[in-house]
Nanobody, 123 residues
Framework: QVQLVESGGELVQVGGSLRLSCAAS???????LGWWRRAPGKEREFVAA????????NYADSVKGRFTISRDNAQNTMYLQMNSLKPEDTAVYYC?????????????????WGQGTQVTVSS
């Protein structure tokens, strides 16, 4: 069983940066990981994913070039560096893990979810 806890969300101005962290209670070195978000009134949306070793990364078109996903298996932690933030990035951000080393970009591909952290981008 893996438990995930996100942190780092806060209120930031347009064009600013944030780094989200996702700490896992169990060993996640063989799990692919992902970041998702849900904006008010919208469905959950894929943001980024990373395979077990960090060698393969996948991003939503809306964040490509601005966000960077990374992981530290020794620390059982995943990160999302978010730069050039826009108001449309406002959402609750969730981290997720799957019992497979291979990336997934659909929600049902993930087995474990965190509780989320709020990111608000103010104009």
């Amino acid at each position: 069983q893996v438990q995930l806890v996100e942190s780092g969300g806060e209120l930031v101005q347009v064009g600013g940066s944030l780094r989200l962290s996702c700490a896992a209670s169990g060993r996640i070195s063989e799990h692919a990981l992902g970041w998702w978000r849900r904006a008010p009134g919208k469905e959950r949306e894929f943001v980024a994913a990373i395979n077990w070793s960090g060698s393969i990364r996948n991003y939503a078109d809306s964040v490509k070039g601005r966000f960077t996903i990374s992981r530290d298996n020794a620390q059982n932690t995943m990160y999302l560096q978010m730069n050039s933030l826009k108001p449309e990035d406002t959402a609750v951000y969730y981290c997720a893990a799957r019992r497979s080393p291979v990336i997934a970009t659909v929600p049902k591909g993930y087995d474990y979810w965190g509780q989320g952290t709020q990111v608000t981008v103010s104009s």
